[in-house]
């Protein structure tokens, strides 16, 4: 049996979340005290008892899900055994410390950098992004394809699962892509809550800080392979990691593909890691008769 750990991305955050760790677990508790250190101000007293609101800043978001879903992961101690990791999108980092590529402060450093990069690059290019449902993968392409020819950059975004297919691209753009995905025949074009155009060229300006940011840290060999969003394949060598991670940026997010590549190399069973369940969610969609359960 081989079994995959999943990592979820900004999204899956809540009110009170990681709290019980907190409270229950010394070793949590010392991590969580170590990520204030390390970013300067009390994260952890936002995640325990901030609004909706405040964890919806990309800024908090980001290091948040980071930090509940590699504190879960290290909570497992001995029991932490994956043949195989993967995350979606911010996940990427989380599944990165989780497989011993990156270690605890460097991750979060790097995860509290992306954020802020991001944050700016959304104020530099106001943009959204689009869940599109029940409409096959070609003809949003195509339709993504044809409106980026005509000035407006729209693009793929996230491949969660088959009919669920997040687009990305400027304000104008998207709104657009709604039209004339509805007119396709969508089930449902829905403008997402989100502050930019993520996994779009819009996003260059933070890939290229993250670029500089990611080159001077150190990776490790992993313990166990990560399927990477850009490439939907298992990697092992530290400097293909790096490359991949600075394009995850700007490029489109292969879930579906990485779920399905896992599958065909031999995982049984998904233990997602982190706030709520949408990967587990995601994977039976991808694939129905797989076990998914949280960790």
Same mark, same amino acid.
């Given at each position: 049996?081989?079994?995959?750990?999943?990592?979820?991305?900004?999204? *899956?955050?809540?009110?009170?979340?990681?709290?019980?760790?907190?409270?229950?677990?010394?070793?949590?508790?010392?991590?969580?005290?170590?990520?204030?250190?390390?970013?300067?101000?009390?994260?952890?007293?936002?995640?325990? &008892?901030?609004?909706?609101?405040?964890?919806?800043?990309?800024?908090?978001?980001?290091?948040?899900?980071?930090?509940? &879903?590699?504190?879960?992961?290290?909570?497992?101690?001995?029991?932490?055994?994956?043949?195989?990791?993967?995350?979606?999108?911010?996940?990427?980092?989380?599944?990165?410390? =989780?497989?011993?590529?990156?270690?605890?402060? +460097?991750?979060?450093?790097?995860?509290?950098?992306? !954020?802020? #990069?991001?944050?700016?690059?959304?104020?530099?290019?106001?943009?959204?992004?689009?869940?599109?449902? @029940?409409?096959? +993968?070609?003809?949003?392409?195509?339709?993504?394809?044809?409106?980026?020819?005509?000035?407006?950059?729209?693009? !793929?975004?996230?491949?969660?699962?088959?009919?669920?297919?997040?687009?990305?691209?400027?304000?104008?753009?998207?709104?657009?892509?709604?039209?004339?995905?509805?007119?396709?025949? =969508?089930?449902? #074009?829905?403008?997402?809550?989100?502050?930019?155009?993520?996994? *779009?060229?819009?996003?260059?300006? !933070?890939?290229?800080?993250?670029?500089?940011?990611?080159?001077?840290?150190?990776?490790?060999?992993?313990?166990?392979?990560?399927?990477? @969003?850009?490439?939907?394949?298992?990697?092992?060598?530290?400097?293909?990691?790096?490359?991949?991670?600075?394009?995850?940026?700007?490029?489109?997010?292969?879930?579906?593909?990485?779920?399905?590549?896992?599958?065909?190399?031999?995982?049984?069973?998904?233990?997602?890691?982190?706030?709520?369940?949408?990967?587990?969610?995601?994977?039976?969609?991808?694939? &129905?008769?797989?076990?998914?359960?949280? !960790?």
């Amino acid at each position: 049996m081989k079994k995959a750990y999943v990592f979820p991305g900004q999204g *899956s955050q809540f009110p009170g979340m990681g709290k019980d760790l907190y409270d229950n677990n010394p070793d949590a508790k010392q991590l969580f005290e170590k990520a204030n250190d390390i970013l300067g101000f009390r994260i952890s007293d936002t995640m325990f &008892s901030g609004t909706e609101e405040e964890l919806k800043q990309t800024k908090i978001t980001q290091p948040a899900v980071f930090l509940h &879903s590699v504190i879960i992961a290290s909570t497992l101690g001995d029991t932490f055994k994956p043949d195989m990791v993967a995350g979606h999108s911010l996940g990427e980092f989380s599944a990165l410390v =989780a497989n011993k590529t990156l270690s605890f402060e +460097d991750g979060l450093k790097l995860v509290y950098k992306r !954020a802020l #990069a991001m944050q700016k690059a959304c104020e530099i290019n106001p943009s959204t992004m689009a869940a599109i449902l @029940n409409l096959d +993968d070609k003809v949003v392409e195509d339709i993504c394809a044809e409106i980026t020819k005509s000035g407006h950059i729209v693009v !793929a975004a996230n491949y969660n699962c088959p009919g669920q297919l997040v687009i990305s691209g400027s304000i104008e753009g998207i709104n657009i892509a709604c039209e004339k995905m509805k007119a396709a025949g =969508a089930k449902r #074009a829905l403008v997402l809550p989100v502050g930019g155009a993520f996994h *779009s060229p819009l996003m260059e300006p !933070a890939r290229v800080e993250l670029e500089a940011a990611i080159n001077s840290t150190t990776f490790n060999t992993p313990i166990c392979p990560i399927y990477q @969003n850009v490439t939907a394949s298992a990697v092992s060598d530290p400097a293909a990691i790096k490359k991949n991670l600075v394009a995850q940026l700007t490029a489109p997010v292969k879930w579906t593909q990485s779920v399905q590549q896992m599958v065909s190399d031999g995982a049984t069973q998904f233990v997602e890691a982190g706030p709520g369940k949408v990967l587990q969610g995601l994977v039976k969609k991808i694939n &129905s008769g797989m076990e998914a359960l949280s !960790a």
